[in-house]
């Protein structure tokens, strides 16, 4: 059995495959991972062209980093490859230190996420509430829908648009140029994955329309943009990993170790949200993060070695996955190999799918990642929660999800220590007699509590009962520090009881039990008030 000290590192595959793994679950494995390669496929190209990069960049990126993240990561259902959040600073980096200071910023940055997880720092995904993560999974879907549009009705820009405003500015300012029969098979394409999905679940909806509308395109010759008139052939010679060159002026190293930083720490916000919405979609358990950030590590670096891009968990490849069945790594690991496949095999048939059926696709996942009922439920939640979904929606929507959960992350931070200031009290006892005052400090205290104490008017004696009192920052220890000066000045005595052990461990090593001496010190209420009655006699 394995030992649960290790259990954090072991990947996923290699748990589910050492289960009993059926044939069943190898289908259903099988048909969402080619489904998701023939989503992947344009997507990953289309994403290297917007990030500087070339076509068979993306798609070295999707074939490597998706068979790594698969095989190695913590997620069931965790589809690896180029991610949208990283178009920018790719296209950056290229811009500014070319392809060779992009693969020695991945191999640092994969160091970075491989010390993280090794040091088990990718726990902090725990902490994400539920409002932010539910807001970025559907700016995320609502942005992807944006940008499906050109493809879905065969609009003709001049540039593919990048961000959500754009997108929809593009689409106004060419509506006229909409291709009636792409429109047309787009929506027929969507009917027949909803007929389908109502009527005929088990049949693999992604797969099914694919094949019929690529058929029909073929045998009426329908001019629609397929994936070779957009983009065109590939060359499919095997590639050879290779080192990237060290020999780089002495200048570039600070900004290469600040893109590292950058690509690190996008991948590692990017991937955990990414595996934890694809096992809620699952309704599973949280993924290991460590073992993930590890995974993503690997992953980045062989992908540097084989010429590609900068990969991360996606989001919506992981919910496509999720959508079409896939259970087990094995969907992710079949994907890979089937893109691998496509890309160096059987491209010439690939190369045939009518776009606006794959944007057809994406669409009907989008609808699912927007998950309607949960968000309407949210907004009849408490303010901040309210506040949070609302805020990371609209940001990630119309800015890029690293502002949605960056900014997100700050304004949950702040309301949770609003709440929990609120919820920390000094309650007078009023059994006391009046030379003897007793409070009982509720909840935490720390900076965003420490003046409760301020308004406390010491007696002969002061009792601080303090069972509920779970932890004690530095703030609230000065808070301690000034009511014992000012219990010092009144001639007043400073008494604490039933206090935690870890607020007294802290206490102690900070020199607070020094200063109040031990004897003030009391493991019950009882004890407290006979050490008071001494000290009045």
Known sequence: MTSSKWREFIPESYLRLKEH??????????????????????????????????????LLTAVVAGF???????????????????????YSIVKTTGYNGLYLSMLLASLFLIILGICKLGSWIKYIPLPLITGCTSGIAVSVFALQIQNFAGIQLTSAPS????????????????????????????????????????????????????????????????????????????????LPSFSIPPGQWPQIFGNAVTIAFLVSIESLISALIGERLLKGDTPRSNCELIAQGISNMASAFFGGIPAAGAIPRTAANVETGGKTPVAGIVHALTLFCLLFFFFSLVSQIPLTVLSAILIVICWKMFDITLFSQILKAPYGDRIILIVSFLLTTFIDIKAGILIGVTLATFIFMRQMSKASKAIPLSAAPDSVKIYEIQGPFFFGNDHILKKIIPSKVLILQMPYVTLIDVSGIFALQELHEKCKKMNAHLLLSELLPQPLLDLKNFGFIDLIHKENIFPDLLSAKNKADELLL
């Open 21 to 58: 793994y059926t044939l069943s679950l190898l289908r259903k494995d099988s048909i969402a991972g080619m489904t998701v390669a023939l989503i992947a496929m344009p997507l990953s190209i289309a994403l290297a062209i917007a990030s500087g990069a070339t076509p068979i960049q993306g």
């Open 68 to 90: 790594l993240t698969s095989a190695l990561g913590s997620s069931r259902v965790q589809i690896g490859g180029p991610s949208a959040a990283l178009i920018v600073v790719v």
């Open 163 to 242: 961000d959500f405003i754009q997108a929809w500015t593009s689409y106004f300012d060419a509506f006229s140029t909409i291709h009636p029969y792409t429109l047309l098979m787009g929506i027929g394409s969507l009917v027949i994955i909803l007929l389908i999905q109502r009527f005929v679940p088990k049949i693999p909806w992604g797969l099914f329309v694919i094949v019929l509308t690529t058929g029909i395109c073929f045998f009426f010759d329908l001019s629609i943009a397929t994936i070779e008139t957009q983009f065109g052939h590939f060359p499919r010679d095997l590639p050879i990993p290779k």
